[in-house]
């Protein structure tokens, strides 16, 4: 049941269609990963939590902090009134974000962030010398009627971050880093195929992968 829901979430030849477009340009085997939840929370100096640039769109957060006390208090005293705040359930706020991106100001990882977070359909895609973040659009549609898959950021070696499969973190050269996370089991049955503990990555699939 739940891979048939996968399935609809991002419904077939959309990885392909990625794959396509980035391997012919880098002429190399690449790794192509679904992106999964893109509300990021940020720690970096001259931003918001939610990664707005501190200063700027002052009204626009201003009516969010509003309707964020609103909403926050309903979900509160509708999840106490059902037992959520007696122990017997997991506590927290319903907009509180989890800091995925680190790093100085000015932070490398932050171009790839704040696109990647606008993104209706973002995909990590990987070779042995290269890093994008492409956008799809949403994936929810046929791919007929989809858009042509657009590469929102690239970088290549020395410029482009490491990649961490076992922890799902990218940290570029200058110590900045994105902690991303995968759609679903489908995105991370497609990873074991290709990683290998600790640290082995078979570009064009583990010989031992089930076909």
Known sequence: MEDKAEKALVRPGFRERVEELVAA???????VLRLGDTDLGFDVPGRRLDGTVKGKRLVRRFFWN?????????VYVFALLNGAGSGGGKGGHPFQR?????????????????RV???SGPWLVCSPSAIAMVDTGSTYRDL???PPPEILWQAR??????IDFRKRVLTWPDGSSFAFTLHGRTEERYLRERFEF??????????DAPR
């Not at 340009?25 to 790794?31: D, L, N, T, Y």
């Not at 509003?66 to 309903?74: P, Q, Y």
């Not at 070696?157 to 490491?162: D, E, S, Y």
């Open 25 to 31: 340009q880098w002429r190399e085997p690449v790794i």
């Open 66 to 74: 509003v309707f964020r006390g609103i909403g926050g208090a309903f």
């Open 98 to 114: 989890e800091i995925r991106v680190k790093g100085p100001a000015n932070a490398m990882a932050l171009e790839p962030a704040d």
């Open 117 to 119: 977070r606008k993104a």
């Open 144 to 146: 007929a009627d989809a």
């Open 157 to 162: 070696k020395p410029q482009a971050p490491a």
């Open 198 to 207: 600790p640290d082995t990555i078979h570009w064009t699939g583990r010989p």
